[in-house]
């Protein structure tokens, strides 16, 4: 800064030479001449007059071009070159050209548009100073205080949180109230913001909280799976802020504020009695917070979204997210997965497999490396158990599909004596899964000794009155199921003869 002032001060007041007022001041000897004798010819008498700054005492010692030839430049509109960098792919030496074209006369050159820009820029609050692009950033968090829901039936008092969701280039806010801050009340938020909004952004900005973030971390945090899920229904990435670091998220503080005065202050002196009502004040309350106009820049909150956010959103997908819990669970031995307190089959070449499992209202799959390998619809029946015949070994699906009208029709199969026979056999005991194991013992026998032969040996042991499978098998074993109608003859015929046997003494005999 040249110090005029001071040196005419010290010569005029304090009369000193013009050596010792150089060394006063720390400035060179010819430096003092020079100001002195420009003051000279331009009269300045002293004292100076007040109204009269530096930058018009310099003008008078240093005059450059009489003032009706000096080059006057067109100032750019800082305002608007702001709002304009907010949009994609615009940049500040579009801008200057554009600025040029204007005043192709009268334009400052690049480097003094960046050089004012900046200037103007680091003028402006601090919350200007971050730059964000339209349909770039969400922010996302909760507001501290709480709100009170009053049960109509019990009176008990239940605390509701508000989560805030604000868009980066124009401020553009929404709030809700959930029960907690819980992984599956914080998904759902974001759908509803997502929806407010009707659009996705690029990148949404969480706080570390243990529903976003499994392990927090300065460079590479961990997101939890169902978070992380909602990412790529969405196809938008998560990137929280750094821990401790809130200016990461200042927007969203602002928000919170914002939500805390303007929607949570003037709900104080109201009663809900359900968080639907709650939440419908709020949304009122959000048309008033959002068409606000803005104090030091054009338009509202709604406007600067109509006109820069909304068109940078990407769509939303056509159906939203549902929310389904991910948790590591091991396969059973009996290719089963317990959630929730039932059992689920996965594929049995899994058995002590870890897999991931997605559980929904509606639905529950299980994954392996990525891949799903199953779904059933959710059951809320604890202890019960949901079974594909698909995941079981062929064995055991043999078994599962055993049923008595199976059995009658695989005997069908060999013969009509063997039908009549296993019927029999499957009425023996009170429940009919008792007598499966021995049905599958006799129709075996099939195997062994072949169709016809186990159906005549059926039909005998039905004609001797013993239809059991050790009958049948003692019949096919000694052979004789080959007999069976020739000697079933000769039988019937020594029965009728009997009375007449030279060895039956009679009834005579005994009178």
């Given at each position: 800064?040249?110090?005029?002032?001071?040196?005419?001060?010290?010569?005029?007041?304090a009369?000193?030479?013009?050596?010792?007022?150089?060394?006063?001041?720390?400035?060179?000897?010819?430096?003092?001449?020079?100001?002195?004798?420009?003051?000279?010819?331009?009269?300045l008498?002293w004292?100076?007059?007040?109204?009269?700054?530096?930058?018009?005492?310099?003008?008078?010692?240093?005059?450059?071009?009489?003032?009706?030839g000096?080059?006057?430049?067109?100032?750019?509109d800082?305002?608007?070159?702001?709002q304009?960098?907010?949009?994609?792919?615009?940049t500040?030496?579009?801008?200057?050209?554009?600025?040029?074209?204007q005043?192709?006369?009268?334009?400052?050159?690049y480097?003094?548009f960046?050089?004012?820009?900046l200037?103007?820029?680091?003028?402006?609050?601090?919350?200007?100073?971050q730059?964000?692009?339209a349909g770039?950033?969400?922010?996302?968090?909760?507001?501290?205080?709480?709100?009170?829901?009053?049960?109509?039936?019990t009176?008990?008092?239940?605390?509701?949180?508000?989560?805030?969701?604000?868009?980066?280039?124009?401020?553009?806010?929404?709030?809700?109230?959930?029960?907690?801050?819980?992984?599956?009340?914080?998904?759902?938020a974001?759908?509803?913001?997502?929806t407010?909004?009707?659009?996705?952004?690029?990148?949404?900005?969480?706080?570390?909280?243990?529903?976003?973030?499994?392990?927090?971390?300065?460079?590479?945090p961990?997101?939890?799976?169902?978070?992380?899920?909602?990412?790529?229904?969405?196809?938008?990435?998560?990137?929280?802020?750094?821990?401790?670091?809130?200016?990461?998220?200042?927007?969203?503080?602002?928000?919170?504020?914002?939500?805390?005065?303007?929607?949570?202050?003037?709900?104080?002196?109201?009663?809900?009695?359900?968080?639907?009502?709650?939440?419908?004040?709020?949304?009122?309350?959000?048309?008033?917070?959002?068409?606000?106009?803005?104090?030091?820049?054009?338009?509202?909150r709604?406007s600067?979204?109509?006109?820069?956010?909304?068109p940078?959103?990407r769509?939303?997908?056509?159906?939203?997210?549902?929310?389904?819990?991910?948790?590591?669970?091991?396969?059973?031995?009996?290719?089963?997965?317990?959630?929730?307190k039932?059992?689920?089959?996965?594929?049995?070449h899994l058995?002590?497999?870890?897999?991931?499992?997605?559980?929904?209202?509606?639905?529950?799959?299980?994954?392996?490396?990525?891949?799903?390998?199953?779904?059933?619809?959710?059951s809320?029946?604890?202890?019960?158990?949901?079974?594909c015949?698909?995941?079981?070994p062929?064995?055991?699906?043999?078994?599962?599909?055993?049923?008595?009208?199976?059995?009658?029709?695989w005997?069908?199969?060999?013969?009509?004596?063997?039908?009549?026979?296993?019927?029999?056999?499957?009425?023996?005991?009170?429940?009919?899964?008792?007598?499966?194991?021995?049905?599958?013992?006799?129709?075996?026998?099939?195997?062994?000794?072949?169709?016809?032969?186990?159906?005549?040996?059926?039909?005998?042991?039905?004609?001797?009155?013993?239809?059991?499978?050790s009958?049948?098998?003692?019949?096919?074993?000694?052979?004789?199921?080959?007999?069976?109608l020739?000697?079933?003859?000769?039988?019937?015929?020594?029965?009728l003869?009997?009375?007449h046997?030279?060895?039956?003494?009679?009834?005579?005999?005994?009178?």
């Amino acid at each position: 800064m040249r110090k005029i002032k001071d040196i005419l001060r010290l010569r005029q007041e304090a009369g000193l030479s013009y050596r010792s007022i150089s060394q006063a001041l720390d400035i060179g000897y010819g430096t003092v001449v020079d100001y002195l004798e420009r003051a000279e010819k331009a009269s300045l008498g002293w004292p100076l007059p007040v109204d009269l700054n530096e930058r018009d005492l310099g003008r008078l010692l240093f005059p450059t071009q009489p003032r009706t030839g000096q080059r006057r430049f067109a100032e750019p509109d800082f305002v608007v070159v702001h709002q304009e960098l907010r949009r994609k792919s615009v940049t500040k030496q579009l801008l200057w050209q554009e600025y040029r074209q204007q005043h192709p006369d009268d334009g400052y050159s690049y480097a003094q548009f960046c050089h004012r820009y900046l200037k103007w820029l680091g003028c402006q609050q601090r919350s200007m100073r971050q730059l964000h692009r339209a349909g770039e950033k969400l922010f996302v968090d909760y507001c501290g205080p709480t709100m009170e829901v009053v049960s109509p039936d019990t009176g008990e008092i239940r605390r509701a949180q508000i989560f805030v969701a604000v868009l980066g280039a124009s401020n553009y806010t929404f709030a809700c109230a959930s029960w907690s801050q819980k992984q599956q009340d914080w998904l759902s938020a974001h759908v509803q913001a997502l929806t407010f909004f009707g659009g996705v952004p690029e990148i949404i900005v969480p706080d570390n909280l243990k529903s976003a973030v499994r392990k927090t971390h300065r460079y590479e945090p961990t997101i939890t799976a169902s978070y992380q899920q909602l990412a790529a229904h969405y196809q938008c990435a998560i990137i929280p802020a750094r821990p401790y670091k809130p200016k990461d998220k200042s927007k969203a503080e602002v928000a919170v504020q914002i939500v805390e005065r303007w929607i949570m202050a003037r709900l104080r002196h109201h009663t809900f009695f359900t968080l639907a009502s709650l939440n419908q004040a709020i949304q009122a309350l959000l048309i008033d917070l959002n068409e606000r106009p803005f104090k030091k820049l054009p338009g509202s909150r709604r406007s600067q979204f109509e006109q820069l956010e909304k068109p940078a959103l990407r769509p939303l997908p056509s159906q939203p997210y549902q929310y389904a819990e991910i948790k590591q669970a091991r396969v059973h031995i009996d290719y089963h997965v317990e959630y929730d307190k039932h059992y689920y089959s996965v594929p049995h070449h899994l058995v002590k497999q870890p897999v991931e499992v997605h559980a929904s209202d509606s639905l529950i799959s299980f994954y392996s490396h990525g891949q799903r390998v199953a779904s059933h619809a959710r059951s809320y029946r604890q202890g019960a158990h949901s079974t594909c015949a698909e995941h079981m070994p062929g064995t055991h699906r043999a078994v599962h599909e055993w049923s008595g009208e199976r059995f009658v029709q695989w005997a069908n199969e060999i013969g009509s004596h063997t039908a009549e026979l296993v019927s029999h056999l499957l009425e023996r005991k009170r429940h009919q899964e008792q007598n499966y194991r021995s049905v599958l013992a006799l129709l075996s026998n099939a195997k062994k000794y072949g169709r016809a032969r186990l159906n005549q040996a059926c039909g005998r042991a039905l004609q001797i009155n013993s239809p059991t499978r050790s009958s049948v098998e003692s019949i096919l074993k000694n052979g004789l199921d080959h007999l069976a109608l020739e000697r079933s003859v000769d039988e019937r015929q020594e029965e009728l003869d009997l009375d007449h046997h030279e060895n039956v003494r009679g009834q005579h005999y005994y009178h």
